[in-house]
């Protein structure tokens, strides 16, 4: 952008209930993005997840980035770009979403450098809408961040079953299958229409009675991967944590599962729900130390408080139903233990992702054989990480840990490191 186009451009804060006749389209950083795109239409709204690009250089997403954009957003925008550049794109029929943080990390900005290019573009009527704890409920009623949260907790854990039966099933196959049925299926159910008011969904949801079909095909899940055949071998646990975005898919990862499965582990990916409940309790936190004798305030921490109590009981519903297949590997540690053990690295203060690497890493370590902490290239959080690993390995038995940076290019000293670290954790097995 010229100076007169940057004085021009301002950050357009779209509001969703201007985007019920646009198609919105939810970035594809993994299936949990099938979650949202199906909460999405079960509250009335057009959408779908962004296809992700073919071209493995990028090339989109790095022309227009300066390269003071982390990866996840150079892929993002790539993704974007592809979509608006293509020849069937209706500029007045589709929307983008983003994600949005505060704080220090550069995800904070990726939808205001976004929105910029699009207005270099002369493109500043597509919308790009955020959804953060200001806004979450803006026009898809109270109950859609309860349908979001449980469709991301039962994600995670038929995800889970997946990487922990592929690496022993008989027939090839059979687990991924098993597993996109039932993210199908867990989709069907979240874009259902919903036939109550809000006030009725809100008392289900105070009664614990607004799950039974979402619980129903979760079982049916559990039940189909403990009748796959597997062999019968022992093989390392990895725990794979880090910077969300990277961590989360194989396009930024590089198919990292895969090359942990090809090298005769099994993957413990952090899933996403680590974070969200993290910054649930962080806000709650927040606004009790905030908080006046004013009835405003005293509602506004009442509900966050009740927020936190919905969430943590959908998840240990739902984790129960995976107990017998997945022992304890179906439970994840609370927020406040992830905060507890966190912060014996890092101050309290110190928000974001790097407190989640580290209490998740702590908490894992003694359930594992070796940790891997995966992180944007110069990604701050991830590097405050990657300083305290001797020291959490110290604290754990002088775990394995491995620190891998990712910045969109294939690197082969990176898939060595990897292969050095799987063969020295299957050694001390």
């Known amino acids: 952008m010229s100076d007169t186009e940057i004085s021009d451009f301002k950050v357009k804060e779209w509001d969703i209930n201007k985007l019920r006749d646009r198609k919105i389209w939810i ?25 992700s690009s073919k071209d493995p250089l990028f090339s989109l997403g790095r022309k227009y980035t300066d390269g003071d954009q982390c990866l996840p957003s150079v892929i993002t925008t790539e993704d974007i770009l592809q ?24 995800f904070g900005r990726y939808y205001m450098n976004q929105l910029g290019i699009l207005f270099d573009l002369g493109k500043d009527n597509i919308p790009i809408f955020t959804l953060d704890s200001k806004n979450a409920y ?47 299926k867990i989709c069907d159910v979240l874009s259902q229409p919903k036939s109550k008011g809000d006030l009725s969904r809100k008392i289900d949801i105070a009664l614990n009675r607004h799950k039974p079909e979402l619980t129903s095909v979760l079982q049916s899940a559990t039940e189909y991967f403990s009748r796959i055949k ?18 989360s898919s194989n396009v930024a990862n590089q198919n990292l599962i895969d090359k942990i499965e090809g090298l005769g582990g099994v993957a413990l990916l952090e899933p996403t729900i680590s974070f969200f409940s993290y910054t649930n309790e962080i806000k709650f936190r927040e606004k009790r130390e905030k908080s006046s004798r004013r009835i405003k305030d005293l509602k506004e921490l ?63 370590s003694r359930k594992v054989n070796g940790i ?5 290239f110069n990604c701050m959080p991830g590097l405050v990480v990657s300083s305290k690993t001797n020291e959490l390995r110290a604290k754990n038995n002088n775990i394995s840990f491995l620190n891998l940076a990712y910045d969109g290019h294939f690197d082969p000293n990176r898939d060595e490191q ?12």
Not at 86 to 104: I, L
Not at 154 to 173: D, H, K, W
């Open 27 to 51: 970035p594809n950083m993994c299936d949990s993005a099938y979650i949202l795109s199906a909460v999405l239409r079960g509250k009335g709204y057009d959408s779908d997840v962004l296809p």
């Open 83 to 106: 979509r608006v550049f293509s020849s069937d794109f209706k500029e007045d029929k589709e929307a983008f979403f983003q994600g949005k943080s505060d704080g220090p990390c550069r």
């Open 138 to 184: 803006n026009g898809m009623g109270s109950d859609f961040k309860t349908m979001a949260w449980d469709g991301l907790v039962g994600q995670a854990m038929i995800e889970r079953c997946l990487y922990f039966t592929r690496p022993f099933e008989v027939n090839s196959g059979e687990s991924k299958f098993v597993y996109d049925y039932y993210l199908k």
């Open 230 to 247: 597997k062999r019968d071998e022992k093989k390392p646990i990895v725990y794979v944590t880090g910077e969300i975005y990277v961590r």
């Open 302 to 364: 009442l509900k966050s408080y009740i927020d936190i109590l919905v969430s943590v009981r959908d998840e240990k519903d739902i984790s129960k139903i995976f107990e017998k297949y997945l022992g304890d590997f179906a439970h994840e540690p609370s927020a406040e233990e992830i905060i507890n053990l966190g912060t014996q690295y890092i101050h309290e203060k110190y928000h974001g992702e790097a407190i989640v690497s580290l209490g998740s890493s702590d908490y894992f």
């Open 372 to 376: 891997i902490n995966t992180l944007p």
């Open 418 to 429: 990897l292969s050095v670290f799987m063969h020295h954790i299957k050694q001390r097995m």
